[in-house]
């Protein structure tokens, strides 16, 4: 006997596939919202945004408005 699917297989399904429309919503609204930072760091400085990242749990985006905020209150 073959196994049956069940309903909330085919929703979990239905929730991981992509589609090439919602990309295209996404990177539009990404094109018009966001722009691209991409700094060269030294091995050492890189080691110590990753690891104060890591320890924060934050993104380079977080980051980068947390320095700058810092920045600003001296």
Partial sequence: SFPTRRSSDLEENK???KTHTSSAVKNKYAKKNYKRFSPALKFDLYERVEAYRAKE???QSQFIERAIDALEKK
Avoid: C, L, N, Y
């Fill in 15 to 17: 929730k991981a596939r």
């Fill in 57 to 59: 749990g934050i993104s």
